[in-house]
Every structure is written in structure tokens, then in C-alpha cells.
């Protein structure tokens, strides 16, 4: 079958009738499939069966065997007992000489077990000494490690608490040194409290402020006006009204001053906000860009203390301060205000130039109002004459025609007045002069 399968593997030869029939690849390999398992089956299954007969024979074989050799042993067995009877019934001289021997034999085993006990002994105790000397060795090798590594300890928790106590110490300085700061704050305050009298107490700030703003007038503040807000005429003022301007008369900064402070000695005690209101109010009236509060209230309030405070949450451009920041605050507002100036300057300009074209266009229109009524008086006047004349026109010919051309002539001269004006007053004024190049070029790019 399998070599009519390798000459045409697409024909298959009934083995029985013996015709051919043909199947495809996947057929034939199924079929070979099968009959190759059919026949491992049957082959395994008759290899099975000799394998167990092969073990049953060899067990068989192997029981018979020992049988064999068990009834060998037995018999030779016997045999020895059997001499050894007869050894011991023929030999008791015999035995009781090979009990000496042997008891001669035994007694040398003895002495030489002994021997060997006794150097058992002595091994076992130098084992014992070098297992000893090993033990302390390393005992001490333990000892010296747990030593140096305490000595280790030791010194890392002294190291610890040197550093611990450095730490302490100049936290403990530091904050020593700031409670005598704060001290010496809280002491120069009162010092200074305690010699104001409460006469004296507005007044003194207010000279203090104005000692020290004087004190450096002449370097930081040369074009600044700083003066006593004398004008009450709103019904209130501020203490002082600070100004500066650039060289060209343009302002940079102004702010109104408010001085404030009460002795230890007062009855009832002032709050900063008590004052911010009024403050804000001669600010706008005396058109002031900033306002500053300098106080010495509320002495304890730690908001106040840290410097300059803006209260722009309650009053625009408003600020209040202690007065060791009198100096820095409007030497922080003017360079703040220098850095807008440019843009202050060219809004002054603009604002010029809208004037000089108001002004302008207001002379224009004075000029041709009055130009227009004038020549309306006299073309009115003209016309009557005209219808005088008309009445008598035979006889006034001439004087018709004079007067009519006297009627143009005005006409060109009212147009020649407008173009002879409008260059007058070109002259002499470059900002006019500008706009008209601009709005003669604008037209034209439109055109």
C-alpha cells in the first residue's frame, strides 16, 4: 500500500477487489493517517504484551534463582554449624586455648583501645585548649569591634550635641539680638514720645519733615516746592503740599501731606484710618496726583511698622508711613513719575496744539462771519442802488455798467480775501502750517 501510495498519491488500489479509485491530497493524507495509527497501535499494543510476558518470564526467573541461592546459603550454612559442632565436641583444650589466645588478644586490644583512649583524650583536650584560645580570640576580636564602634558612637552623639548646642546658641543669639533691636525700637519711640509735649506733638512732626526734606532741597529737589498748605478756603487743607516739575515748567509729581501724632499722655487714641478721608479729600481738591499719611499712631501695629503701606483698597494713591520713610516715599514717587513724563510732555504738547487749532479755526471763522455780514450789508446796499439806477437807466448807463463791474470786482476780492487770510494766518504759526501740509497730503494720497 505504501509504495502504490508513492508511485500516484492521487490513486488509491482496493486491496480486496482491486480497483482504483482517486482522492485528493487532504483525503489520502487522512487515510494514510489512519492506517499509519492503526498499525502504531497494533504495534504497540503486541510490544506491550511481549513486555509483560518478558517481565513475568524475568520475575519467574529471578524467584526461581533466589530460590536457588537461598537453599545454597541454607545448605552451606548448615555444613558450618555442623563443623563447628564437631569442632567444639572435638576441641575443648583447643577451645579453651583459643579462649586464652583470645582473651590474650582481647587484653592487647584492651591496653591498645587504652592507648588510643588516653590519646583520644589528650587530642580531644588540645582541641578543647585551641577551641578555647579560638573562642577568646574571637571574643576579644568582638570585644575590641563593639569597643570601637561605641568609641564611634560616642564621639558622632558628642558631635551631635556640640553641634546641637551651636545651633542653640546662635538661634538663642539671634533672637536675643532681635529682641534688643526691638528694645531699642520700642525704647527710642517712648524716648522720643516722652519728649514731646502734647502742645507740641503735630508740630514737632511736622518740623522734623520739613527739617529734613530742606536738609537735601538743594541736591535731590532743586525745581520742588514744598510749602505749608496755607489755603482753607474748601473748608479743610492738608499740613504740607509737595511739587516738582522738569526744566521746561512741565510737572512731574505732586503730593499732598498729611502729619499725624499724639502723645502717650492723650486720653483717647487716634487711628490712621481716622484721617485717611479728609486726607483724601484736600488731595482732590488741591489737585494733587499722590497723598501720604505720615504717622506715628498705632505705634504697635505691625502692619504699619514693616514701612511704606499703600491703602489703595480705601483711597486711590494713597500711602501711609512712619516718619523714617518720609524721604524715601517722595523719592520713590518722583523717579516713578520721571519714568511717565515723556508721555506727560507729549500730551501737554497735543493738548497746545488742539488749543492753536481752536484758536485758529475760532479767528476764521470771526473773519469770514464778519467778512460774510459785511459784503451781505453791501451787496444789499448794491442791489438797491441797482434798482435805483434801473429807474433811470437811460440816463445812468454808465454809472450802471461802473457799479456792476465794481459787483465783480468785490466777488474776486472776497474770493482773493479768503486765499490772502488763510496764508496770514498760516504765517508765523508752524503748527498750523503742518496741519494743512498733513491734510493737503492726506488728500492727496486719497485722491
Known amino acids: 500500500m505504501h509504495s502504490n501510495a508513492n508511485v500516484n498519491m492521487n490513486e488509491i488500489i482496493c486491496p480486496h477487489c482491486g480497483k482504483a479509485f482517486k482522492i485528493d491530497e487532504a483525503g489520502y493524507a487522512d487515510i494514510l493517517?489512519?492506517?499509519?495509527?492503526?498499525?502504531?497501535?497494533?504495534?504497540?499494543?503486541?510490544?506491550?504484551?511481549?513486555?509483560?510476558?518478558?517481565?513475568?518470564?524475568?520475575?519467574?526467573?529471578?524467584?526461581?534463582?533466589?530460590?536457588?541461592?537461598?537453599?545454597?546459603?541454607?545448605?552451606?550454612?548448615?555444613?558450618?554449624?555442623?563443623?563447628?559442632?564437631?569442632?567444639?565436641?572435638?576441641?575443648?583444650?583447643?577451645?579453651?586455648?583459643?579462649?586464652?589466645?583470645?582473651?590474650?588478644?582481647?587484653?592487647?586490644?584492651?591496653?591498645?583501645?587504652?592507648?588510643?583512649?588516653?590519646?583520644?583524650?589528650?587530642?580531644?583536650?588540645?582541641?578543647?585548649?585551641?577551641?578555647?584560645?579560638?573562642?577568646?580570640?574571637?571574643?576579644?576580636?568582638?570585644?575590641?569591634?563593639?569597643?570601637?564602634?561605641?568609641?564611634?558612637?560616642?564621639?558622632?552623639?558628642?558631635?551631635?550635641?556640640?553641634?546641637?548646642?551651636?545651633?542653640?546658641?546662635?538661634?538663642?543669639?539671634?533672637?536675643?539680638?532681635?529682641?534688643?533691636?526691638?528694645?531699642?525700637?520700642?525704647?527710642?519711640?517712648?524716648?522720643?514720645?516722652?519728649r514731646l509735649s502734647t502742645k507740641m506733638v503735630g508740630e514737632t512732626l511736622e518740623q522734623h519733615c520739613e527739617t529734613e526734606f530742606n536738609r537735601i532741597r538743594a541736591t535731590a529737589f532743586p525745581r520742588a516746592y514744598f510749602e505749608k498748605d496755607n489755603d482753607a478756603r474748601s473748608g479743610s487743607k492738608g499740613d504740607y503740599i509737595f511739587r516738582d516739575a522738569d526744566e521746561a515748567g512741565t510737572e512731574i509729581v505732586s503730593i499732598m501731606f498729611e502729619m499725624k501724632n499724639e502723645n502717650d499722655r492723650t486720653a483717647t487714641k487716634n487711628r490712621n484710618e481716622d484721617f485717611l478721608r479728609e486726607l483724601d479729600k484736600d488731595r482732590n481738591e488741591k489737585g494733587c496726583e499722590y497723598a501720604v499719611l505720615v504717622s506715628l499712631l498705632e505705634p504697635d501695629s505691625e502692619l504699619y511698622n514693616t514701612g511704606i503701606v499703600d491703602v489703595f483698597h480705601r483711597y486711590p494713591k494713597m500711602y501711609v508711613v512712619r516718619p523714617q520713610f518720609f524721604l524715601p516715599i517722595i523719592t520713590l514717587l518722583r523717579n516713578a513719575a520721571m519714568n511717565s513724563l515723556k508721555y506727560k510732555t507729549e500730551l501737554a504738547l497735543v493738548k497746545a496744539q488742539n488749543?492753536?487749532?481752536?484758536?485758529?479755526?475760532?479767528?476764521?471763522?470771526?473773519?469770514?462771519?464778519?467778512?460774510?455780514?459785511?459784503?451781505?450789508?453791501?451787496?444789499?446796499?448794491?442791489?438797491?442802488?441797482?434798482?435805483?439806477?434801473?429807474?433811470?437807466i437811460d440816463h445812468l448807463q454808465k454809472t450802471k455798467e461802473a457799479l456792476l463791474g465794481t459787483d465783480r470786482n468785490l466777488r474776486l476780492a472776497n474770493d482773493k480775501a479768503q486765499d490772502v487770510t488763510i496764508k496770514k494766518l498760516n504765517r508765523g504759526n508752524p503748527t498750523m502750517a503742518a496741519k494743512f501740509a498733513e491734510l493737503k497730503n492726506r488728500g492727496a494720497a486719497e485722491e
Open 355 to 392: 488749543i492753536d487749532i481752536t484758536n485758529f479755526e475760532a479767528e476764521l471763522e470771526t473773519f469770514k462771519t464778519a467778512f460774510a455780514k459785511n459784503y451781505d450789508l453791501a451787496s444789499r446796499r448794491f442791489q438797491t442802488a441797482i434798482d435805483e439806477i434801473d429807474k433811470s
Open 33 to 194: 493517517k489512519q492506517v499509519r495509527d492503526s498499525d502504531f497501535d497494533k504495534q504497540l499494543h503486541e510490544r506491550l504484551e511481549l513486555a509483560e510476558v518478558e517481565k513475568r518470564n524475568a520475575v519467574e526467573l529471578a524467584q526461581a534463582k533466589l530460590a536457588s541461592e537461598l537453599q545454597k546459603a541454607a545448605a552451606v550454612k548448615d555444613a558450618e554449624i555442623q563443623e563447628l559442632k564437631s569442632r567444639l565436641d572435638a576441641g575443648e583444650v583447643a577451645r579453651k586455648l583459643a579462649v586464652t589466645e583470645a582473651l590474650g588478644a582481647v587484653e592487647k586490644q584492651r591496653d591498645a583501645l587504652a592507648s588510643e583512649l588516653e590519646q583520644a583524650r589528650r587530642d580531644r583536650q588540645a582541641a578543647v585548649q585551641q577551641a578555647e584560645l579560638t573562642r577568646k580570640l574571637a571574643i576579644n576580636e568582638a570585644v575590641s569591634a563593639v569597643e570601637k564602634e561605641r568609641d564611634q558612637l560616642k564621639s558622632g552623639l558628642e558631635r551631635v550635641e556640640l553641634e546641637k548646642q551651636l545651633a542653640e546658641k546662635s538661634l538663642k543669639d539671634k533672637y536675643e539680638t532681635q529682641i534688643r533691636d526691638r528694645d531699642l525700637t520700642i525704647d527710642r519711640m517712648r524716648d522720643m514720645k516722652a
